[in-house]
């Protein structure tokens, strides 16, 4: 089949490496305009258009899909299809049926869980044992077009965001390939979607990763994860900046810190929550590179002038 890849970010290049070395001809590839990166905010292609500059792809940026032009470009590209993985950007109505068999989407979770921009944080942050992905045809909802295929995939323990969507990066490939072809064969029956199990997966903003120390460590170490590597979990010192935290470790046997409450030792820092402590694992300080706890906690000689609180209150400085 004639494809048009659409996708921007690190986890879809394997999508778009797998059908380039598919029998399928990808004819062109779609994905958002450079857009500043770093700490000098330099233009940078993303993750996308540098494997499709590569493979000698031509690559289209409009920054909308509605500017003028853009319609008719699609339409002159002839394609049977155009798979779609995170995108960044919502397709038109009137684009819908450009494709002769659609957008065909891949989504990280099994719909209809976890509906939206963040499903693997979120599944994450709830606790989900089993998550998976899911291709589907793009309708005029959010992530509620027809079934095409579904794979599952098991939550580790110590999974953070990043890890699980690496792996459902490379599984939701494999997935995306065998549902083309499967379409090119003709003997693929789109699935609506059930109507019971719908939740949805609203965006994780820097607010959200303000850790709540006020909740069990369980639950904190959810969340942690949740926001590893983005937009990253964070608390706030006595002195009003920020901390960036990596995972934690709960330690449910830890009962005599208060919600909070930070007590550093020679090998561990430990923080009390609402049920048990956690062990910090790596810090950022606003400013500097991650560091381990231990590390940071000493030269921060913490604790030598009283007991040290980390509240989730309105950081200052330039990493607020």
């Given at each position: 089949m004639r494809l048009l890849f659409a996708g921007t970010p690190e986890p879809a290049v394997p999508s778009l490496r797998a059908l380039l070395a598919s029998h399928h001809e990808v004819v062109a590839v779609l994905t958002r305009p450079d857009a500043p990166a770093g700490r000098g905010r330099t233009l940078r292609p993303s993750p996308v258009r540098e494997v499709a500059d590569e493979a000698g792809v031509p690559v289209?940026?409009?920054?909308?899909?509605?500017?003028p032009?853009?319609?008719e470009e699609l339409a002159a590209l002839a394609v049977d299809?155009?798979?779609?993985?995170?995108?960044?950007?919502?397709?038109p109505p009137d684009l819908l049926d450009v494709p002769r068999y659609g957008w065909v989407n891949l989504h990280f979770s099994v719909l209809p869980a976890w509906r939206g921009a963040a499903p693997v944080q979120r599944a994450v942050l709830a606790g989900d044992e089993v998550t998976g992905a899911t291709t589907f045809r793009l309708d005029e909802g959010l992530d509620t077009g027809p079934v095409?295929?579904?794979l599952t995939e098991t939550v580790r323990p110590r999974d953070t965001s990043g890890d699980?969507?690496?792996?459902?990066?490379?599984?939701?490939?494999d997935l995306l390939v065998r549902t083309l072809d499967a379409l090119e064969a003709g003997v693929l029956v789109p699935q609506p979607q059930p109507g019971e199990g719908v939740s949805h997966a609203p965006k994780l903003?820097?607010?959200?990763?303000?850790?709540?120390?006020?909740?069990?460590?369980?639950?904190?170490?959810r969340q942690v994860r949740a926001c590893t590597p983005a937009p990253g979990a964070w608390t706030v010192l006595p002195d009003g900046t920020r901390l960036r935290l990596g995972p934690v470790r709960p330690r449910p046997e830890v009962t005599d810190l208060a919600p909070g409450e930070l007590r550093s030792g020679r090998r561990e820092v430990l923080v009390g929550t609402a049920a048990g402590a956690v062990e910090l694992g790596t810090v950022a300080p606003a400013g500097r590179r991650p560091m381990a706890a231990a590390d940071?906690?000493?030269?921060?000689?913490?604790?030598?002038?009283?007991?040290v609180r980390l509240g989730a209150?309105?950081?200052?400085?330039?990493?607020?």
């Open positions: 289209l940026t409009p920054r909308r899909l509605r500017d032009g853009v319609a299809a155009a798979p779609v993985v995170a995108y960044g950007a919502l397709v095409l295929g579904t699980l969507l690496e792996r459902l990066a490379v599984a939701g490939a903003e820097v607010a959200d990763a303000a850790v709540r120390w006020d909740r069990p460590a369980l639950a904190v170490d940071w906690a000493r030269g921060a000689r913490l604790g030598a002038d009283g007991p209150g309105t950081a200052v400085g330039a990493d607020a």
